[in-house]
């Protein structure tokens, strides 16, 4: 299992799907989060989990089930200023169901814009204050006049379901690997349907492979989403050995890890080495306890050895959560770079091993079994030193990753020399 | 307890003090000291001790007692070149006396001046060596013709006491903070009537207060004082649980903190915290076997906790023992912000607790609570993000101090915060 | 023992010993090594051990023995276009004997030159693949017609020996240090006459000396004499408490030392200390599987504590392994500093030893005793902080290193404070 599978244009792949989910009005519950795991299960077999509203989850209560049809503002020339079916941002998200006119001082108390970027939608939720609102731009709402304006809602807010979907494919052990990505945002392209399509397209890959983990993908809606599923799935966070919280893969930046709370889990410790033997710029980050489902996973009582993987942090780029993170704001070479650079994650994962030098005084003589390269330039010495390496420290205390840290060799070059030792029985794996 | 009790002018409070104290003539015995402590007495109950010449203190001797009455050097036409009644730095401290005339080339053996301070006089002592000696600016000295001199000191050095004071504050607990001051310098303001008066006025208002901790503030000449206290107290050493020692608060130079020989006490990371809450420039030194009376308190005997709190270091600075370092040196506004640094020390110690977040699973619901806001620019995000620390890491493992420490936050933000907390049964205590 | 000792004119010294080992033809194996040997036998009684064709040592075994008398390749006009005679870098060192005619084209595929340095004659070498080569000046190879040349190498490859040289000098104690030094290059300075060099004269030093520990100096190839001493000496590697492999010791550039494989080993401190305090640059590098024989000490199986010592690294300066690295390529100058830098680290090796202050509550009166000295500038105040640091710190846990280490101060002001203390009995020392 290495990153040289990866001969397919992933890029164009990822972006595809994402152009499908776009159009879709999702949020933390509703027939939008139906509608985009109906979607993802046409890829992978998602167990689709419903959760009636009023369920205790922890110190969380499961909320009423949000729907929405249509949403306008005409003025009093019956013109619509602002119309749902233009754009799913326009309305506040969670608004309860409203129909009825207004003059304007009243209604600006509902209305919500950015004068710094007078073309763009806002994106604006409400999930546990029961009002209403609308989101403009800031030029529409500049331009409206001293009017009396028909404001209709027609949504429902009422006992239903908090929806998610899960995906668990089995390995050689129960030691679980987890990968989570939030599906309550709507028409936003970066945050999250990058997220949601490259973990669908992880899951399908995985699912033909063989793997030494078990892996569990969930598409939950954020913050509410992680605490249900937490709340319901305790005895099997037992299980999880590593995992990732994966958003924002789509835009232009580099990519970023944000280190777990333990901030030496090896999942931790893996991503800096992937990203580092990328050769192309990135960004660690240590834990804090803000951002995105890592919160919950590695809130204190579970302190679980959860990362998060993203391109440019949210809140770091202007267009998030507004209507430019649309279409154009993602990227396919950004979508396949980070799917790529989380299949090498995986990868490492999978073959991070302890082995023992079976010949541990001196070196062997590496030129009679042809493992030995007069050391010139380039791939030659490469291997040479990876050979080395790896027949140095492998004294049954290091891992792979250890030996790569250590030597500031490529990982899949330590693997690679590992691999050729063991052939040549030079080297045999211990258990830790 | 908080740095907002502190309304009132204290600069100005602190430098009228150093103004009262500074024509006294102190030395490490003697009636200046006994003068010293009397003005101290008015603002705190001071104990005042007096340990008789030759005790034995550990590896030394209590000195003899020394008194100076006055000193002149006159020149043949019998003009006062060197007046002791202008400056009681024109004596060499512990000079023996000594009435007799001399011609110059004698006489300039018992003169020190300052060549490239050509204007002051510079401060110079001889306890352990009985002779005699002053002090001039090196302008007078140049100027001395080949004369014969009657040099006159009228001093005493005789059996007597060692005077030092003490002052005890009981706190909730036997475990104790040391504060400790030399007061055995002359006129001289910023080393160290500085010190003696941000100790006092600290000891004043710590002894209106609530405290977890006891206090007890030294009051005590250098070297030969902490020497003598730590041999007749060895006993009390041992509920000695953070100190620091206190000199040169007064100049207009940053706050420079030089840790205890053990490096990583709790008062050296909140005499950090502290430094680096107040987003000014400050220096943090490693701990070196020089300095005051730390050297003492460091020993290998003793190793205490204890730190030096100081702006600009000794010898760092060209006013040090000399006539320069006068009421002009020390500044009012210097002397307030070493006071106001020292009392956020003493804040953090007196608040740095543990505690156990009581919804460790996953984050507390805060906006059913009202401690949620929403996350905008300025001081909201600040309080947010104190709040999400402190329930993170808050697993009876982390102090509040490495709260601080690892987020970033400044320390009273957090305080409140897990004030906050406290209030809403999301947090408590724990025994360390 | 101290530094001071060495007050030869040491640089012409070693220069001279490298002048009269230059011209010998030295292989891994062969009489080039045995009179090498010889002329160490002349300053220390080198033990000399024959090791027979054929011996297994772990994973390697003993190679044929290589000798070689004569090698040219001439010109039909009967004109020797490379003569060994005129250097033995000509011969690619163990090839075979050869006599025959060929033409340019097939010729071609024995020759190495250097494009890069038309003038200069690569060292090159076929242990373990029986063949033949020439090296040659590039400008000559370009020069050479479509001809047919003679060649002719007599050489022998036949069962024999791998002849090494040992010597110990027994001290109060069996722990050992253990020095390394490779013998098998023919006329090149620097790599490696300068560490026969250097090794020899120590070793002539240090045998006239009362040690605290024993040392064994080694004079073998690289790689097969490692590891043939290894395969024949294993219980001896128990003894060895610190090692140094010793090469590249003449050149311009300044000191590098690469760390054991342990990487916080005694020697590898001792070697940093003592480059810090020669105020002069030098470079500190992690150890990597690579080099000299450090790669059989540092091996998992043994793992020793053996650094090694250089100057400018081999590779990193163009002359290596070429006919530059000649007697104009190392410098007098730099082998005395090479020298005294190592018998600097083992000063400190035999001095470094852990003190507990006998008087450790507070500072002693260093005064009565004629210790103090007033704080001014230069010497005086460097001792002084010696001799504050070594009371300071000497509580039965740090050693006379770690002092130099945490302080910043030479070791040797350390280690005289230390021998003051003890004189005056404010020091003992104790069993680590």
Chains 1, 2, 3 share one sequence.
Not at 373 to 380: E, I, L, N, S
Request: net charge negative.
């Amino acid at each position: 299992m290495d990153s040289g599978i990866l001969n397919e244009n992933k890029g164009e792949e990822l972006y595809t799907f994402i152009k499908r989910l776009y159009p879709i009005c999702r949020s933390i519950t509703g027939n939008g989060v139906r509608q985009t795991l109906a979607v993802v299960q046409e890829y992978i077999h998602l167990q689709i989990h419903e959760v009636p509203s009023g369920t205790k989850v922890f110190d969380w209560v499961v909320p009423k089930e949000w729907n929405i049809r249509d949403a306008y503002i005409k003025d009093s020339s019956g013109k619509k200023i602002v119309d749902f079916q233009k754009s799913n941002l326009h309305v506040v998200h969670y608004s309860v169901p409203v129909n009825q006119e207004l003059p304007l001082q009243e209604l600006i108390n509902h209305l919500h814009s950015l004068p710094e970027h007078p073309d763009w939608i806002p994106y604006r939720t409400t999930y546990y204050n029961e009002t209403w609102g609308f989101s403009l731009p800031d030029a529409v709402l500049q331009a409206m006049k001293d009017d009396t304006y028909e404001v209709s809602i027609d949504s429902s807010l009422t006992d239903g379901h908090l929806t998610y979907g899960e995906f668990f494919i089995p390995g050689a052990t129960e030691e679980e690997v987890l990968f989570s990505c939030h599906i309550c945002h709507p028409s936003l392209c970066n945050d999250n349907l990058s997220g949601i399509s490259v973990m669908t397209h992880l899951a399908q890959t995985l699912q033909k492979m063989k793997l030494r983990y078990s892996y569990r993908f969930l598409f939950i809606p954020a913050t509410i989403g992680s605490i249900t599923w937490l709340a319901l799935n305790k005895d099997k966070t037992v299980n999880i050995r590593h995992g990732l919280v994966a958003a924002n893969l789509g835009d232009p930046g580099h990519v970023t890890y944000k280190k777990s709370r333990r901030g030496d889990a090896e999942i931790d410790r893996i991503a800096e080495v992937v990203l580092r033997d990328s050769g192309k710029p990135y960004t660690i980050k240590d834990f804090f306890p803000f951002g995105y489902d890592e919160r919950q996973f590695c809130s204190p009582g579970f302190n679980l050895p959860v990362g998060s993987i993203m391109r440019t942090p949210h809140g770091e780029y202007p267009e998030y959560h507004t209507s430019a993170d649309n279409l154009d704001f993602v990227r396919p070479e950004s979508l396949e770079d980070s799917y790529r650079k989380i299949y090498n994650i995986i990868s490492v994962l999978e073959s991070n091993r302890t082995y023992k030098n079976t010949n541990p005084y001196c070196e062997p003589q590496l030129g009679k079994r042809g493992l030995y390269k007069h050391v010139g330039g380039g791939d030659a010495q490469v291997d040479q030193m990876s050979l080395l390496w790896v027949l140095n420290l492998s004294d049954g205390r290091h891992t792979l990753l250890d030996i790569a840290e250590k030597s500031g060799e490529n990982f899949f070059h330590i693997k690679k020399a590992a691999d050729l030792l063991t052939e040549h029985d030079l080297l045999s794996e211990v258990e830790r």
